[in-house]
């Protein structure tokens, strides 16, 4: 829980210093934000799953920590959080295996054998 209050702290403190330094790119991204996040084609509950999924893969603690309480703002359950955590696991074992195919094609090369 430490950890969770100092990422709420961080983001804070560090929030309010762009704001202080009227940071025009800060204020842009914010905006994006906003758009982005709002309903649309899809809920923004939805929006707020995808971006769990993809903090995890990202490994980003501070966006996992908000779009998690962003997501359980808008309604979104513990099964569908952890869902959206689990999509991440596949998503991020994914492109290791897509990886391995480049590794095969190099030990082909190598090893002077033609694909099958």
Known sequence: ?????????????????????????????????KVTFRDGALPKK????????????NNCESCMQWHIS????DGATEREILEAVEVAFEMGIGPAVVN???????MDELFKKSPE
């Open 46 to 57: 939805v929006k707020e799953l995808i971006a769990v999924g993809i903090s995890v893969v």
């Open 70 to 73: 962003e997501a359980v703002k």
């Open 1 to 33: 829980m430490k950890k969770i209050e100092q990422l709420i702290r961080q983001r804070k403190w560090a929030n309010g210093k762009l704001i202080q330094y009227n940071s025009q790119v800060f204020k842009a991204i914010s905006e994006l934000e």
């Open 100 to 106: 391995g195919r480049f590794a095969l094609e190099v």
